[in-house]
């Protein structure tokens, strides 16, 4: 209990102080009451379902045995095994991975050279750069069926194609490994450039001018203010888009599953829709479980690498 | 100093011209789409394919709420697939409950953490986890926890994921905008003799009304778009508008025209939504830790 001395504080003041200290110590119950509910659904959602994956994983079960899930015969690291020697598993999770690497690396290339094009003004640059956002608006499926419209066999990009090249272009896309994963990525680029743009676009109008004048003075070129000025400062802001799209990047389902559903044979199948298969077309769910157990696990340990710099 | 004049002049104009160039580049996917919903079955797949219809029709549009009236042809090939109508029924419930839920839940603990670091400083570093994973990897066991609780293929196992899913963003966002709330307004009020609940309800709620409906807009957009947990836990009552999309492409067929106008219809809201939020969109993907 704090004292106040008597002599300083008047009476009526003191009430209030100890009163307010009253609703302090009833703010832990308070604060508790608020973020129950919140509590409540992160165990419903999170917390149980992560402790039934991870059982899950450790036994032989499929809905179509004809027992509950509880009952189900131990496997012990039989699906565990059986992953790590899974080679459609290591492919689909190599896909994902290299769409993150190619997707991201693009979007950023691009959402760059867009943020520095639209940092100068001129007229009409206001309504374009709002022109410009809202694929990332838009419904993933939409965005899949886009570019499935565009990439039929006798769909407008192969009628472009025919005219630039002038000669017939009849392009299967879908039907061929390498094409059908270049137009997912170019799907997933078109949705999410405008998220690094945006990103990278607000950061430069937060910038300090004063650097960038001061070096101006000194004579340095365009290049070297944006190479030792520019970029430094936008670092943070980088990082944040960077992780957080890369993650979301890795998650790509819906895209693959409108245009390609992994096909041609599993040629575009990422993790997700590999997973996806197992688990629900298939019915495998304890191996689907294990599978997942791991994707847990490993987005975890590179999440915690990559944000490593961000702590700093 | 006319030459730098005449100079600047030309130089905003080659810019003018490149920023067209890059607009129309990034809207022309959603206009070819735009186009073959308003083209009849004839030109769907005509060659050489036109940008603008020849003969718009919007039949497309009125096929996709009455499938079983003749409109041109189209209504025999899209017969076969569901009408959407109980897709948009099933979205315009589930996804208003859901996003109320999510920002309401998520403004009370959002306001508890940051005021009085409830639940720890963790806590909010916890919810971020439900985000950073691929959404089948929780799918998988909460299917088999969904059928004991006997919710697939409910609105309801919907709306409680959704909610869930959705609350890092809620509990993110609106950070920012209550710790724009200056504390000396809420301590005058306490010494005043006000409960927290009074406080928290009739001083800091009407603070952060523009807040919730930033993050309202936010999480909206999320939840209408979302597709893989709902293709997972729905099949035939609760199917939402994604989940529809997914069944016209992949239905036998090949119905383009109704395809491109459901697309269309499906991102209306969200686009709308997106604009009117423009603003908060960074603010809202990088959860609160980048702020215009």
Redesign the interface.
């Known amino acids: 209990m704090t004292e106040y001395a008597p002599s300083l504080v008047r009476p009526s003041v003191r009430n ?1 102080l100890s ?2 200290e009253r ?1 302090l110590s ?3 119950v ?3 009451a ?2 129950a ?3 409540l ?2 165990w ?3 917390i ?3 402790l ?2 991870i059982y ?1 994983s450790f036994v032989r079960w499929e ?1 179509r045995m004809g027992v509950d ?1 509880w009952d189900a015969p131990f496997a012990f690291l039989g699906n565990y095994t059986r992953v790590i020697t899974d080679v459609r598993f290591w492919s689909a999770l190599g896909r994902s991975a290299g769409i993150v690497v190619v997707a991201v690396t693009l979007e950023f290339l691009i959402g760059m050279a ?1 943020a520095l ?2 940092s ?6 206001r309504i ?1 750069t ?13 965005v ?7 990439f ?1 066999d ?3 990009v192969n ?1 472009v194609l025919t005219q630039i090249l002038n000669r017939p272009i009849n392009v299967e896309w879908f039907k061929h490994p390498p094409l059908a994963m270049t137009t997912i990525i170019l799907a997933d680029v ?1 949705q999410w450039t ?2 690094l743009f ?2 990278l676009y ?2 430069l109008g ?1 910038l300090p001018k004063e650097p960038v004048e001061a070096a101006m003075t000194l004579g340095a070129s365009r290049w070297q203010i944006f190479r030792y000025i520019t970029l430094p400062m936008l670092k943070p ?1 980088i990082l ?2 960077l992780v ?1 799209r890369s ?1 979301e990047a ?2 790509i ?2 895209v693959v ?2 245009m390609t ?1 992994g096909g041609p044979g599993t040629a575009t199948e990422t ?2 829709v590999y ?2 298969r197992v ?2 077309v298939f019915g495998q ?1 304890s191996y ?2 294990a599978m ?2 791991l ?2 696990v490993l ?2 340990m590179i ?1 915690r690498m990559g944000v490593r710099p961000l702590e700093k | 100093m006319r030459k730098t004049n005449w100079s600047q002049a030309l ?2 104009g080659i ?2 011209l ?3 160039l ?2 129309i580049v ?2 022309l ?2 206009t ?2 735009l186009s ?1 919903s308003l083209k009849p079955p004839e030109e769907w ?1 005509a ?3 036109t ?1 603008v219809p020849i003969e718009p029709t919007f039949s497309n549009y009125i096929v996709l709420f009455q499938p079983g009236n003749p409109v041109g042809g189209v209504s025999e090939m899209v017969s076969a697939a569901q009408p959407v109508t109980r897709a948009f029924v099933n979205s315009l419930i589930v996804v208003p409950i859901a996003t109320a839920a999510s920002v309401l ?2 403004f ?2 959002s ?3 940051v ?5 720890g400083a963790t ?1 909010p570093l ?2 971020l ?17 969904f ?1 004991m609780l006997n919710l697939i293929d409910t609105q309801l196992a919907l709306i ?2 959704y ?3 959705t ?1 890092a963003f809620s ?1 993110w966002m609106m950070r920012g905008f209550i710790e724009g709330v200056p504390r000396h307004v809420e ?1 005058a009020a ?2 005043d ?1 006000a409960s ?2 009074r406080v ?1 309800l009739t001083i800091t709620l009407p603070l952060v009304r523009g807040g919730l409906a930033a993050t309202g807009l936010f999480v909206f ?1 999320l939840n ?2 979302e ?2 947990l709902a ?2 836990f729905t099949s035939r009552e609760a199917i939402t ?2 989940v529809q ?2 069944h016209y ?2 239905a036998v067929g090949r119905f ?1 025209g109704p ?2 106008a459901l ?1 269309i219809v ?2 209306i809201p ?2 709308v ?3 009117i939020i ?1 603003r908060y ?2 603010t809202g ?3 609160g ?2 702020r ?1």
Do not use: H, N
């Open positions: 209030a009163r307010l609703k009833s703010e832990r308070f604060g508790i608020l973020i509910p919140m509590q659904l992160l419903f959602l999170l149980i379902p992560t039934i994956v899950l809905p899930w867009l094009f639209f100068r003004s001129f007229p009409g640059k374009m709002s022109a410009i956002l809202y694929p990332m608006m838009l419904p993933w499926v939409v899949g069926l886009c570019f499935y419209l565009l039929l006798r769909g407008p009628y078109w405008p998220f945006l990103i607000s950061g937060a802001v944040i888009a957080i993650l890795f998650k389902f819906d599953f409108i559903g993790i997700s997973i996806y688990g629900f769910l689907a479980a997942a157990v994707i847990l987005v975890t999440t | 130089g905003s810019r003018w490149i920023g067209l890059i607009c990034v809207m996917p959603i070819w789409v073959i797949v060659y050489p394919p940008l839940i998520g009370l603990a306001y508890a953490t005021r009085f670091q409830a639940g806590l916890f919810v986890t439900t985000r950073m994973f691929p959404p089948v990897a929780f799918a998988v066991p909460l299917l088999v926890y059928r409680l994921m909610t869930g899913f609350i509990l301590e306490i010494l003799g927290p609940w928290l957009i209408w778009t597709f893989l293709q997972v508008i994604p999309v997914s492409v992949g383009y395809m491109a697309g499906a991102s969200v686009v939504a997106g604009y423009q969109l960074v993907f990088t959860f830790l980048v215009e």
